[in-house]
RNA sequence: GCCGGGGUAGCUCAGGGGUAGAGCGCUUCCUUGGUAAGGAAGAGGUCACGAGUUCAAUUCUCGUCCUCGGCUCCA
């Protein structure tokens, strides 16, 4: 007999040999029913591998990340059978879970290739697979038989794959007549996924390495109901209906041109309207925390960026130098805007007492991104930074950093965004060479930001090897309409830059000693800041505004989607009553098109309650009070009411 | 940059070797307390750009530019 113990710590006597799927069954048929997978002793395994001893298990579901993973994954195999009976001879690379769903990379047949159309059989002989009710079955197999195997079948990917793990570990899954390397777990068998879409197919390249073969990835993504599946279609069309660069074009908040060149945005007069007043509040905001905002040109020599060690980096690969009729004069349109303000604070000597040293600067500038990464305004050529360089004494730096979440927070508290991630990057411990600045220095900082985050209650996750090689970080990222993550807000420490720039102030002790300095960008970029504000916000009327400003919201250009969007907060007769007292004054009724240029409502809050009690506060003048959201409504119906008559006024 | 889709009216898109269509929008007029409506007339397109094949190209071929989904990269 073995004991298990539950996760509520009770434990529960089964004879060796016991599996996930028995345990489950014996607390109740209904949660045999439901469960994927089982960690035993922290590891996942599959529901039907015997359990041989005393052991801790936690029983997975659909609702668990683990639960899903373990779904997912096998559907990835059931994918590659599916297309191994399609496409025979197609090889297999590596078929992983992602966020929602899974992709198999594969190596399809000479001179096959795989189009829309091919998805869909494909779609149908998985389900088909599905309902034989194949068992997937684990199987334990020795270095040299793996290799045996794949290599009759002539796969070198799996090879190669192969010839990287250590012997003993390697085992496969089989299903039906598809046997894959694989670590698992999986589901007990095929039956379980009753629903599926391949969403996509891309080119990825082998082992995400640009020299190597270009594999077809295939994108899909199952679900144990039908009708899940449905829900998940109808979210996905909905998402497009946020896409920042639909609304974008509806809204004439800006555009790009051909004339002009990809990647470089334009802002249009509403867009403009937008930006200035995210860009005034982050400047009041700023200005409380003791910043100040400096200027500094778009272009700078060559040899600045030679300093900042930037050329190297970004030189090659970038807009290329800017010559003058001046023989050997070289500029560079600048990639960054640190470099000057280094030399900003070089301008004169500073004294301990003058740190830290804030300088701000709404900095455009000019990367030359990859054609294909470009992306609305998340990823562009040419973009504003809300940047700010801190300049302090190694004691000042982590009450430095955590003002600057303090930033942050009171960004995206205005800005109602709660679902983001904040990711501290440190250095990777093995690989020192990688990093510049002393191991000391790398300590003190390191530990700066863990505390930093940790004091201000920050829920973060760690990644090693991520930082920048001059200084870790902390990132904050969010998710746009589709759930791809984008970075915005970033927080870097840096000791290299004022090494290279020989920045130096004289301490207490009389002694000249080097600054450090922080790299912060609340908003990360406007561009991409604009993007996910507009996803984020969109088709969730009214916007946002909280603490004490008011920001304007853009309303959608349709008069349904404007009404279905105020609802939330005024019903639709409001609307109408607005729009009849107007047409009383014209003597007609105004028109969706009329009605659309109105190009901004001002809103505050989010409506929770209709008893609730809310305290309301206007930029530029303070609190208005506190009220109820019946009062509230009243307010922002007279809103709407002078907004529309100074539109037509 | 690489793989694979696209580029036709302001927007969303259909079409397809014989120089263009729909819906919405736009303009003018009419009607209308069932009105987030209806009617009539109208404006608007060198079918992304360049070259080639052809009697004839918006349609086929090639190139360029832009764009979309990914990969690598990043704010």
Wanted: charged letters at 30%; proline letters at 4%; aromatic letters at 10%.
């Amino acid at each position: 007999m073995i004991t298990i113990t539950l996760p509520d710590k009770s434990q529960r006597q089964f004879e060796s040999g016991v599996t996930g799927m028995d345990v489950a069954q014996a607390i109740s048929p209904r949660l045999a029913k439901e469960v994927l997978a089982v960690s035993v002793n922290g590891a996942v395994w599959d529901l039907n591998r015997p359990i041989l001893e005393d052991a801790e298990i936690k029983l997975f579901k659909w609702e668990d990340r683990e639960g899903q993973e373990t779904f997912w994954h096998s559907s990835a195999h059931l994918m590659a059978e599916a297309i191994e009976t399609y496409f025979p001879g197609t090889k297999f690379g590596i078929g992983p879970t992602v966020d929602t769903g899974f992709y198999y990379d594969i190596d399809l047949p000479e001179g096959k290739q795989i189009t829309e159309k091919d998805l869909e059989k494909i779609e149908k002989l998985m389900l088909e697979l599905s309902r034989q009710k194949n068992n997937i079955v684990r199987s334990e197999i020795s270095k040299a038989d793996a290799l045996k195997m794949f290599e009759t079948k002539g796969d070198a990917l799996k090879l190669e794959l192969i010839s990287e793990l250590e012997d003993g570990t390697i085992t496969l899954y089989n299903q039906g007549n598809f046997t894959d390397l694989c670590r698992g777990p999986h589901l007990p068998n095929t039956e379980y996924i009753k629903a599926v879409k391949l969403t996509a197919i891309a080119g990825a390249y082998w082992r995400g390495n640009e020299k190597n073969k270009m594999l077809t990835r295939i994108y899909g993504v199952t679900f144990p109901k039908q009708k899940m599946l449905e829900e998940y279609l109808i979210l996905m069309e909905e998402a497009k209906k946020r896409d920042h660069r639909k609304i974008g074009k509806e809204m004439e908040l800006f555009t790009f041109s051909q004339k002009v060149g990809q990647g470089l945005p334009m802002w249009l007069p509403k867009g403009t309207m937008l930006r200035m007043q995210l860009e005034d509040f982050l400047k009041k905001v700023q200005k409380k925390f003791g910043y100040e905002q400096v200027m500094t040109p778009h272009i700078g020599d060559v040899n600045l960026y030679k300093t900042s060690g930037h050329y190297a980096k970004y030189g090659a690969d970038s807009f290329q130098v800017i010559k003058t009729p001046q023989e050997g004069e070289e500029y560079m349109l600048k990639p960054m805007n640190c470099p000057h303000h280094c030399e900003l604070y070089a301008f004169k000597p500073r004294s301990y007492k003058d740190l830290p040293i804030r300088m701000a600067e709404f900095g455009t500038v000019y990367r030359y991104e990859q054609s294909g990464e470009l992306h609305g305004l998340t990823r562009v050529r040419g973009f504003t930074q809300d940047d700010a360089h801190i300049y302090c004494r190694p004691d000042q730096l982590k009450d430095e950093f955590k003002k600057v979440i303090d930033i942050i927070f009171i960004i995206f508290k205005a800005l109602d965004f709660k679902d983001y991630t904040a990711q501290i990057s440190l250095r990777d411990p093995n690989k020192p060479e990688k990093y510049i600045g002393s191991p000391e220095n790398w300590d003190k900082a390191e530990r700066a930001i863990i505390e930093a985050a940790e004091e201000k209650g920050l829920i973060t996750v760690t990644e090693l090897g991520e930082a920048a090689f001059y200084g870790p970080k902390l990132d904050f990222m969010i998710k746009d309409a589709l759930g791809r993550k984008w970075q915005l807000g970033t927080i870097q420490v840096d000791y290299n830059l004022p090494e290279r720039f020989e920045l130096e102030y004289i301490g207490a002790d009389d002694k000249r000693h080097r600054p450090i300095m922080i790299h912060r960008a609340p908003f990360g970029s406007m561009e991409r800041f604009v993007a996910v504000l507009i996803e984020h916000t969109a088709g969730k009327f009214p916007l946002w505004l909280t603490p004490e400003q008011v920001v304007v919201l853009p309303i959608s250009e349709k008069y349904n989607e404007y009404a279905k969007g105020v609802s939330d907060f005024l019903n639709n007769s409001d609307i109408r009553s607005l729009v009849d007292d107007r047409n009383e004054k014209i003597g007609r009724k105004i028109r969706d098109n009329e009605l659309k240029r109105i190009p901004y409502l001002l809103v505050v809050g989010e409506k929770e309650a209709e008893t609730q009690t809310i305290s309301v506060r206007r930029q530029g003048q303070g609190d208005i009070g506190t009220m109820r959201w019946s009062e509230f409504e009243q307010l922002v119906q007279t809103e709407v009411r002078e907004q529309l008559s100074s539109f037509y006024n």
